[in-house]
């Protein structure tokens, strides 16, 4: 017995079930066409929501940016001060959201694991929807508090939980705003109401509704109008901003305590200048104009409606996130591969990402394609629809 024998079981049994995922090479910057394994397709499936991956004013702002400040922070901000831009974005961020105050991470992963931990502890009770992010688990993992898991948006079965637990000193209800492989929303009105009742804060993961959802994507809270009754928004800058970070905003007393105390803040560097000026860009663009993220729902219409014609199982989805849902893992990774050779981009979905029996491919619909570009799309995914039977 080696002491790695466990890594090729292990390895050989996700060959055997299917599960084993192959990541393919990106060699060019990411469009509605990118470089992929040396070939150039269309992408259907980066959460390059609006077009800014490769945005020429993003580009601008971080060129600047490296020129002034350079390639790194070379600090924990804590420790060896902040820089004015960071400062700055997050004040600019906070507006843009409609909040008191923002922190920058960096990323949305780093933002989950900062703020759940940070805010729960003992003899606490976090309520999450079962549904919920991998890096929303993690942070419920990494405190001892007790973890409620409810039923995907069922509010009634959570107001049952916080019923139950009613004399616990402190709760946190923290849910997906949108659902990041269904696509679905998050009853916030209703889960705002049971939380006032029960006088438990709520945190809602706006990674997908970020520059999605909201009025020129100011994201779920903004969507829903509950401006003021959710105490902390996380989100993400890897995804519609096209950068990457991630981000806390919320209640000023809230966001005070997690820059004192949020441990990826106090022992992990902040991001790059770059990466900063660049989500800043991103601010400002979306201020001054919605029509990205018009034609991003636009796009996405018209996908869906084509889609939906063609007969495929498109899940319960409300957004731009289109899953197409083909059962077993072998079949959405067949799908993908004969896509592929078509020149179309969609990569499989299949568990642990999504539950076994679930396997999918997500498309995700860009602000930056054209309606050429999801004809093309449609087209081969009816061709391989026929051929695998699934339509
Ligand atoms: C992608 C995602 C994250 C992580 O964001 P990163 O910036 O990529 O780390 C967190 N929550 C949800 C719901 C996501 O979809």
């Not at 040396?38 to 580009?59: E, H, Q, T």
């Not at 079965?157 to 916080?162: D, R, S, Y």
């Not at 997906?176 to 009105?189: C, E, K, R, T, Y």
């Amino acid at each position: 017995m080696g002491k790695y024998d466990f890594i090729a079981a292990e390895l050989g049994e996700l060959r055997r079930q299917g599960l084993y995922n192959t990541i393919r090479t990106i060699g060019s910057a990411v469009g509605a066409w990118t470089v992929v394994d040396g070939r150039r397709v269309l992408n259907m499936c980066s959460n390059n929501y609006l077009g800014f991956a490769n945005d020429p004013r993003l580009k601008g702002a971080a060129r600047q940016a490296l020129e002034e400040y350079g390639v790194g922070p070379a600090a924990v901000r804590s420790i060896a001060g902040t820089m004015t831009l960071h400062v700055e974005f997050e004040r600019k961020l906070a507006a843009f959201k409609g909040a008191e105050d923002a922190l920058s991470l960096q990323s949305g992963f780093c933002a989950n694991l900062a703020a759940i931990p940070t805010l729960m502890g003992q003899g606490h009770v976090l309520f999450t929807d079962e549904l919920n992010h991998a890096s929303i688990i993690d942070g419920c993992r990494l405190t001892k508090a007790e973890r409620v898991i409810y039923p995907h948006r069922d509010v009634d079965a959570l107001a049952k939980a916080l019923e139950e637990r009613k004399d616990a000193p402190r709760k946190l209800i923290v849910t997906d705003g949108v659902f990041s492989m269904d696509g679905d929303l998050a009853p916030l009105p209703a889960i705002v109401e049971v939380a006032e009742r029960y006088e438990a804060m709520v945190m809602v993961d706006d990674a997908h509704g970020e520059g999605v959802l909201g009025r020129a994507g100011r994201g779920i809270v903004d969507h829903f109008g509950v401006h003021g009754r959710v105490d902390i928004e996380m989100g993400t800058l890897s995804k519609a901003f096209g950068v990457v970070g991630g981000y806390l905003a919320g209640k000023r007393e809230i966001i005070e305590y997690l820059r004192q105390r949020a441990r990826p803040f106090l022992f992990s560097s902040a991001a790059t200048p770059a990466d900063v000026a660049a989500c800043m860009a991103a601010v400002d663009v979306l201020e001054k104009s919605d029509e990205p993220v018009r034609r991003l729902w636009d796009n996405a219409r018209y996908f869906k409606a084509k889609m939906k014609d063609l007969g495929f199982d498109l899940g319960q989805s409300e957004t731009p996130i289109t899953p197409v849902m083909l059962g077993e893992a072998p079949t959405a990774w067949e799908f993908s591969k004969r896509l592929f050779q078509r020149d179309v981009f969609a990569q499989a979905i299949v568990f642990p990402t999504v539950p076994r029996g679930k396997a999918r491919l997500r498309v995700m619909v860009s602000a930056v394609h054209t309606k050429e570009d999801l004809d093309y799309a449609v087209d081969a995914f009816a061709k391989v629809g026929r051929e695998l039977g699934v339509i």
